[in-house]
């Protein structure tokens, strides 16, 4: 169950099993409250890729930040108020980006979920100015360190080390092994590197590198100079079709080794194309998120709660859905702990009395504490599976190696 601290006016309303907390009572002045604070209803905003290179990612996150906005609205809501959405497509465009904050930002208390890294960097000194909390598909570890962002789960760099420790410890890596990184430019494939860097250091490792730009297709080239370095086995930061270009290419080139990729670099789909025998074989994914194809009571119903909506129509990315849905619930956590003060600079103060929110099969136990640390050194480790809901089994549950643990994150 989740566990949590509330603050004095807090209730908790039960929904999936699910606990969301808020307020008894509006004892609150409305010429206190922020942007988007209403007697009946709080505005939250998401900027997210509906229909760029992450738009499967993007779709799918936003189907689940709404189911459980409708569970936590069907249970009372927060504060005595409703939750809204306001949502605006960046097409992962900086400049659009930019463009749809400055319309949203004037109409909600914060922002739920800003989708990417490179869109998140672009709008920090906007988001610090407004003094707004902002939540984030994004992972890199320059993100941490500011009040005003919540980085749900492992970075980019630790989720690369605990994936580089699972492949040591299952004997797919050894000393001297030469390991391979095709990893995508921007903040995601380089902060991803740094952590492969420093596993590669820590386990004797020899690294190759090879970077990629958000737009490639062919990455014959960067395969082939994977088998001529001899490596043992390849990490990957990389969109879907990149994953499945270079799982292709390396069945054609006769490179028989693991291919690690990140949690953005799968969708359901790819199982339905050529690519799928190599992914069978060679495909792992390393994710700081929970597995919708879980079986677990929790997990099944949020499951069942997409199947309900969209029938047999499974999601592209699994763990876009888990993260929006924890994200959520993590956002309406926050804000019920500031009823009485539902300013902008309340909901920020808020954040550090989250310290241990869990939400079982979905997530690990998070810590928003202090912005400068992830909010979890956790991973689990998936493989492809078409006979599972979303095309992903669980290989190995939520764990933190011990290299993550004495990994010194570099914060923004």
Known sequence: ????????????????????????????????????????????????????????????????????????????????????????????????????????????????????????????????????????????????GDPHLIVVGATYDVQAINSIDFLKREGMLKKGDTLGHIYMQGEMGENSLKGSEYAAEQLGLKLVSQQIKP????????????????????????????????????????????IMGNVASFATSLLSTAAAPALTEHYYRVSGVGLIGQDSPEVRKL?????????PEQPESGGAVVLSYVTTHLFAEVIGNTCDDLTREGVLAARAKVT?????????????????????????????????YAGMKLVEDFRTSDLAKRYRVQSG
């Open 1 to 144: 169950m989740i566990r949590f601290r509330p603050g004095p006016r807090t209730a908790v309303a039960l929904a999936l099993a699910v606990s969301v907390t808020g307020c008894s009572g509006k004892t609150v002045d409305p010429s206190a409250t922020a942007p988007g604070v209403t007697d009946s209803t709080i505005k939250l905003g998401v900027l997210a890729d509906l229909s760029g290179p992450f738009a499967t990612s993007g779709k799918t996150s936003n189907a689940a930040g709404q189911f459980a906005v409708e569970e936590i609205n069907e249970a009372g809501g927060v504060c005595g108020r409703k939750l809204e959405l306001v949502i605006r497509d960046h097409t992962y465009d900086v400049q659009k980006a930019v463009t749809a904050y400055d319309e949203v930002e004037p109409q909600v208390l914060s922002f739920l979920n800003v989708f990417g890294s490179a869109v998140t960097t672009a709008l920090r000194d906007k988001v610090a100015a407004d003094d707004v909390l902002a939540g984030l598909t994004a992972f890199a570890p320059t993100l941490l």
């Open 215 to 258: 737009t490639d297709t062919d990455l014959t080239s960067q395969v082939n100079a994977m088998k001529a370095a001899g490596v043992k086995a390849i990490l990957l930061d990389s969109t879907a079709q990149q994953t499945a270009a270079v799982a292709g290419s390396a069945q054609t080139a006769g490179l028989d080794v693991p």
């Open 303 to 311: 499951a069942d709660k997409y199947k309900a909506e969209y029938g």
């Open 356 to 388: 241990d929110f869990t939400m079982p099969g979905l997530g690990p136990a998070l810590n928003l504490s202090d912005p400068a640390q992830p909010s979890s050194r956790a991973s689990q480790i998936h493989r492809p599976d078409k006979a599972t």
